[in-house]
């Protein structure tokens, strides 16, 4: 192999594996002199990446943790692999993926060959994911069309679908994509309406980069913004915190405090050990949440102990009128009857307005 470039491209495919290499295999592997592997290995750390030597006659090269992080070579599998696997996590707001991983799909899928693009897509709709009930479903080609604009600072028409099923046209300047576990937002500038908006992501269709380059603005951040991610997550929580009203929650469980926090998302908080009255295993969760009534009842109700909420007196209201809805639904020879608290205004809601 006489082509430097991509022998070099080859050995270090043959090093990212997890093992050692002795010098006169990767030179029969690649073809050349045990004196032009040495060389190659050579090219390789003045680029950065971390190989190790060890002497004597079982001894190799391999590559090992560096101070920072090289670029990495992927053959066709492992790149369809990473694809999916960001696609799947990114496409359901899993708690863990956030706008990094998002970004690192935008750069994968930018320059995957077109034979790969399909085989990602294929398998992607070929599998059936077990969607948790308090999340929403997101294109991932959404999420990585608004983080590549985001990232190169291009501006974005889309539609967007409010709250109430309104549907208007947006043009904007991406800011920053925020995750809140179950949910994706975008911070953004709308040029129409010359002012600051978060949009639910999964509720943004038909998102197009103009090519029209800007100069991010300054958030309006109080104490002054800036270009970080944190300031994105800060502004988004401020916010929030002006839509929804506040839950002030005070719940006790009975069950040990290590069980409920393992079910409860941290975003609701940490319960602390509290034995029961009659010293039985118990905790209790002291926070506050700016979630809906109908997503904090159905987290608390899936945590699956038994538990008494204290407050907020409209948590108890809305659990005591859920109560007796399921406690028809249990009993279909009674019908559908229309008890107290049933109406409009119980059925599930949109969560804070967005946009």
């Avoid at 594996?17 to 003045?46: C, F, M």
């Avoid at 935008?106 to 399909?118: G, T």
Wanted: with cysteine; proline share 9%; hydrophobic share 35%.
């Amino acid at each position: 192999m006489t082509d430097t470039p991509a022998r070099l491209l080859k050995l270090l495919s043959l090093l990212q594996t997890p093992r050692e290499w002795p010098g006169g295999e990767l030179a029969e592997r690649l073809d050349v002199s045990p004196r032009t592997v040495r060389r190659d290995i050579d090219r390789l750390r003045e680029l950065g990446y971390p190989v190790e030597a060890s002497r004597g006659s079982l001894g190799g090269y391999r590559l090992v943790a560096g101070a920072a992080m090289p670029p990495l070579v992927l053959d066709d599998e492992e790149a369809v692999a990473i694809a999916v696997g960001l696609r799947a996590g990114a496409g359901h707001a899993i708690e863990g993926v956030d706008e990094a991983s998002v970004r690192a799909l935008a750069k994968l899928e930018q320059v995957l060959p077109s034979r790969l693009r399909h085989r990602v897509s294929a398998l992607q709709n070929a599998t059936v994911p077990l969607v948790r009930g308090d999340g929403a479903t997101i294109d991932p080609q959404t999420l990585t069309t608004l983080a590549s604009a985001a990232t190169g600072q291009e501006a974005l028409r889309f539609s967007y679908r409010s709250g109430d099923g309104t549907e208007t046209k947006r043009q904007v300047e991406p800011y920053r994509l925020v995750s809140t576990g179950r949910r994706w937002y975008l911070v953004a500038y709308d040029l129409l309406r010359a002012d600051w908006r978060t949009f639910r992501v999964d509720r943004v269709s038909e998102p197009f980069a103009t090519g029209a380059r800007f100069t991010p603005r300054p958030l309006p951040m109080e104490g002054g913004g800036g270009a970080e991610p944190e300031d994105a997550a800060r502004y988004f929580a401020r916010s929030m915190a002006g839509r929804q009203p506040e839950l002030r929650l005070d719940v006790r469980f009975r069950a040990p405090a290590e069980f409920v926090a393992a079910r409860l998302p941290p975003t609701l908080g940490v319960p602390e050990p509290e034995p029961g009255p009659d010293g039985e295993d118990g905790c209790r969760l002291r926070s506050s949440s700016t979630d809906s009534l109908e997503w904090v009842a159905l987290r608390l109700a899936l945590v699956d102990c038994e538990f008494a909420v204290q407050g907020p007196p409209q948590l108890v209201a809305y659990l005591e009128s859920l109560g007796a809805r399921l406690t028809r639904a249990a009993s279909p020879e009674n019908g559908p009857g229309h008890g107290p608290g049933d109406g409009p205004g119980h059925g599930p809601g949109n969560g804070p307005g967005h946009g």
